[in-house]
Structure formats: structure tokens, C-alpha cells
């Protein structure tokens, strides 16, 4: 009886947290191992056992390794348990070269050597590293239903080259009009933080899978759109970026520029659309005129 009593092992129920969800696992016994356990998280999330950190599961003060038996770890029936982790596709997709032939990349400043799509798997590896470790800093949190626009500052915002007394002066017009406006539709993201600055300089691109790997809830390739003045900044997400014309020479440029005003005009245009992917940003300009001719 005893015996008997011994071999049928108690089951476990746990809740683990991804991605904004929450999975109840209840299938996995006291005998089953942390590795099952991640074989089981596989199955619901696609994350390869091998990128899944579970947080809060530890084992004599270390994060249990993967022959641990659960029911050694002493878990509290529902313990809910944080794991961190992408599902492959989503970081090919982070990480995809932009297809051969694509009239958007041909417009494209690419220099060489800046083309290293050769270093994928490394690539793929820091992108990874860099979702869990960047710490965004929320000026203000995602909000629902909103798109998400990426800016690039250097040229983009601002004439950061021009000498003037404030920064006002280098300013491009219509920002606060363009920023007021872009904010009802869109969340913003100001590429330029400097611990983003880290994966410009080692990546030589703005790949936008960090951010989506980050707020997955939030911002895809669907709801996103990046402006900046260099192209070849876009190369790991050529559909969703929009080059913008440089804003050089303030002095000179300041009462013709009118590159913001308009752009706000396109923004306010597609964010009406469920997806974005389908559209061709290099000619944002003549969908707009047409648009703007319907009404
Ligand atoms: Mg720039």
C-alpha cells in the first residue's frame, strides 16, 4: 500500500506569466524535472526550452537547473512564475535580411561594410540579450489601440551640426505641432536614449525587434512605422520605415521646411488603417496627395 501510495506522485499546478498572458499548467507531477517543465512551456509557447528563463524558480539559491525535480523546489499550488523568452520566428523575423530585390532597399544609402547580415546567429544572440536586459524608460506607458512611431533625432528633429545659441534655433519646424498631433494616434519612441545608442553602434541598424520583443502586447510590424534620415538604419525592417529628408543648414532651411507639417498629414492618414505592412513609405508622399484628393 505504501508502496503504491509512493509512486503515484502529486500533481503540480503552476501559472506561469509571458508575453502579458498567463498559462495555468496543471499536467506536471512532483517527479517531472525544470526541463519538462520548459518542454511543456515550449508546447503552449513556442519559446525553445533553451531560451526560456524562468524567474523565481530557484533551488538553493540559484535559478534551478534543468534536472531539478520540481518537487523538490517546494512550490505552492499556483505559484505564478515569470518566464522571459522569444519564440524563434519572432526573432528570424527580428533578425530577417530584407529580401533580394526589394525596390525599398534599392533607394537605400547602403554602405558595405555596414552589411554584415553574415553575423545573423551573433546578431540574433545580442538581440535577444539586449530584449531582457534594455530597460525602456516609460515616459509614458503603452497605451492601448495605439500605433507605435519610432523617430530618429540627428537630422530628423533636429540640425544637430549648425551652430546656434539654443536648440531651439536648430529645432525643424512644426516639431511641437508634428509631435502633438502624432501622439493622438501613435505611441513615440525616441530612438536615442543611450543604452539604444549601444545597439546601433554594434548592429549599425535600428532593429525594431527590440522593441517588439519588449512590448510584444503592444507594437509589431503591423502598427509600427520608423522615421529616420538614413535608410540603411531600416535595413532589419524595411517595410516599416519611412526616410525622411535631412534637416541640415536650420539658418537656411527653417522657413521652407515643411517635411513635418506634412509628414503629420501621412500619419494621421494611415492610422486609420488596421495594418501597416502593406504599405510602400517610400512614396508616402504621393498616397497622401492622393488621399487628401479624394476629400
Ligand atoms: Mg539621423
Redesign the pocket.
Known amino acids: 500500500m505504501a508502496a503504491e501510495a509512493h509512486s503515484k506522485s502529486m500533481t503540480l499546478s503552476l501559472i506561469i506569466k509571458w508575453g502579458g498572458q498567463e498559462f495555468p499548467l496543471s499536467a506536471l507531477s512532483e517527479e517531472d524535472t525544470v526541463l519538462d517543465l520548459k518542454h511543456s512551456l515550449k508546447s503552449l509557447t513556442g519559446v525553445l526550452p533553451e531560451r526560456q528563463k524562468l524567474l523565481g524558480l530557484k533551488y538553493k539559491g540559484k535559478p534551478a537547473e534543468n534536472d531539478v525535480k520540481l518537487g523538490v523546489l517546494k512550490l505552492k499550488p499556483n505559484t505564478k512564475i515569470m518566464m522571459m523568452g522569444t519564440r524563434e520566428e519572432s526573432l528570424e523575423e527580428m533578425m530577417a535580411p530584407p529580401p533580394e530585390n526589394d525596390d525599398v532597399i534599392n533607394d537605400f544609402d547602403i554602405e558595405e561594410e555596414v552589411v554584415e547580415v553574415e553575423n545573423r546567429e551573433e546578431n540574433l544572440a545580442k538581440i535577444s540579450r539586449r530584449v531582457k536586459e534594455y530597460k525602456v524608460e516609460i515616459l509614458n506607458p503603452p497605451r492601448e489601440e495605439k500605433k507605435l512611431l519610432v523617430l530618429?533625432?540627428?537630422?530628423?528633429l533636429f540640425d544637430h551640426r549648425s551652430c546656434a545659441e539654443t536648440g531651439l534655433e536648430l529645432m525643424r519646424p512644426y516639431l511641437h505641432e508634428f509631435l502633438t498631433s502624432a501622439y493622438e494616434d501613435y505611441d513615440i519612441v525616441i530612438w536615442s536614449a543611450t543604452s539604444m545608442k549601444w545597439i546601433e553602434a554594434k548592429m549599425k541598424v535600428k532593429p525594431l525587434g527590440v522593441i517588439w520583443g519588449k512590448y510584444a502586447e503592444f507594437y509589431s510590424k503591423k502598427n509600427t512605422i520608423m522615421f529616420?534620415?538614413?535608410g540603411r538604419n531600416f535595413l532589419m525592417n524595411p517595410q516599416n520605415g519611412l526616410k525622411i529628408r535631412p534637416f541640415m543648414k536650420a539658418h537656411l532651411n527653417r522657413d521652407k521646411d515643411k517635411e513635418l507639417l506634412k509628414l503629420s498629414q501621412y500619419l494621421k492618414e494611415i492610422a486609420k488603417l488596421e495594418d501597416l505592412s502593406d504599405l510602400n513609405h517610400k512614396h508616402w508622399e504621393r498616397y497622401l496627395s492622393k488621399k487628401q484628393g479624394q476629400q
Not at 530618429?152 to 530628423?156: E, I, M, P, S
Open positions: 530618429d533625432v540627428d537630422y530628423t529616420d534620415d538614413i
